[in-house]
């Protein structure tokens, strides 16, 4: 059996252009053409060459279609800094993930999605909304990856050659997906998750995203969502300086960047201050990072770890998973937040990678 549409996918998670992989597998682009064309089926001895230059079982080509993940359907944070071969990578990623997520519906009871769409409010009035339905009040959001599982969005990790991806979104047969990248600041992966969150509320099915304004309409979200307006106000922030930015930011889990943007978006900073303010945290280091003296835990997903827990007391390793998947175990750490050991090979030592230290943060 052979599934053209594997090979697509395969092809466009590793990144490689058809000349790419015909340099790769000594098969010619021609062929690989019309294999992912339907028009021909490779021999056991070419799709084997395929399988070893794209890292992955030659099972995993004889699979049923993969979930589609279409351009058009999916939200990516700053998408104009993607190349085409960048994206179709993120998307691809974003595929295989979604294939884990069909095995553990079927043998896990996963909270279902309870995501309010506010197609017609602003970014401001939406937050407040989806505040309101999930009874957040005006208090620091918890951790915003544990909130979004409880509510049936389900939250992978981008793989590392994906990380030029800031992070993205989309609606798969009516359940959520959010993926996010792991290299940056626990503060910034908070407001990728709440600007994905923005997404999904204001552009949902009735209003898919496109263009400036809904990147825009998605930060102005998470900007409102994770510091609401009253809950801001009464931090008497009025012409903060940087110093009370910084000290103000830790409360709320933001960057000090975002929290002196909502500021001036609020009128608690005139334009003058909020210049003088953000060139000061620019030169502190701030433009770019969080170079704070105690960093904030990146956030991760409990409910993979969850999963994952249960699966070892039923004597279910992730290997097997992985065979299941008919991907290799790398792979499924990448879609997992690195939450499964992954055997490393080296001059002939086969040792396992430490499981991470999982912390929960508490609002």
Known sequence: MFTPERLVLARKRRRMTLAALARESGVSAQSITAFENHRKVPTVETLSSLADALGYPVTFFAAPAPVEMTPDAVSFRAPSKMTALERDGALSSGAVAASLNSWMETRFRLPKPDVPTYPHLSPEEAAEQVRAHWGLGEAPVPNLVHLLEAHGVRVFSLAPDCLDADAFSTIKAGTPFVFLNTRKSGERGRFDAAHELGHLTLHCEHRIPHGRNSETEANDFASAFLMPRAGIMAQQLHNASAERILSAKRKWS??????????????????????????????????????????????????????????????????????????YPRELNDYVFGLVPVSVDGDGISTDMPRPQLRLVRG
């Open 254 to 327: 933001v960057s000090a960047m975002a929290l002196a943007y909502r500021l001036r978006r609020l009128g608690l900073l005139s334009e003058w201050r909020y210049n003088q303010a953000t060139k000061q945290l620019a030169s502190m280091g701030y433009r770019h990072a969080e170079p704070d003296t105690a960093p904030m835990v990146r956030e991760s997903s409990q409910l993979l770890a969850k999963v994952f827990e249960t699966l070892r007391t039923k004597g279910i390793s992730p290997a097997d998973v992985a065979r299941q998947l008919d991907i």
